[in-house]
């Protein structure tokens, strides 16, 4: 027996599950694509659900990981070195944004294949 899925609630929860992360400020964020993953029974929108809480988590720890850095030596010089480095900060948001626009654009163009974002490490 085939089962067909339709295209467009498959786009629209796929991009939900993707435009989270412009959301990710709030750790509740990440409870977006959760939700959709454990309430779709639809294999290319839980194969997303999934790669975007990758994407949180991946974003979230390259964050931590660049950010605390970067609040220390501002911290310490008063200003002037968060400054200097507001450039990585700059390109952080820029990868971020910008792998989150190519993986909406994904998903409006090809609604049958499920987008994977490149270097990210992968947890669930």
């Known amino acids: 027996m085939q089962t067909s899925f339709d295209s467009d609630k498959r786009k629209l929860l796929s991009c939900l599950c993707h435009g989270a992360i412009f959301l990710s ?3 509740l964020s990440v409870g977006i694509p959760i939700a959709v993953y454990f309430v779709s029974d639809d294999p290319v929108v839980r194969n997303n659900a ?3 809480i990758n994407f949180h988590f991946n ?3 390259w964050a931590l990981l660049i950010g ?3 609040a220390i030596i501002s911290f310490i010089t008063l200003g002037i070195g968060g400054f ?3 450039p990585v900060i700059g390109l952080g948001f820029l990868i971020h944004w910008g792998l989150t626009i190519v993986a ?4 409006f163009t ?3 294949e499920p987008f994977r974002y490149p270097f990210i490490f992968r947890v669930f």
């Open 68 to 70: 605390i850095p970067i």
């Open 110 to 112: 090809q609604p049958d």
């Open 104 to 107: 909406l654009l994904h998903c």
């Open 25 to 27: 400020t709030t750790v």
């Open 84 to 86: 200097l480095l507001s």
């Open 50 to 52: 999934k790669e975007s």
């Open 59 to 61: 974003v979230w720890f």
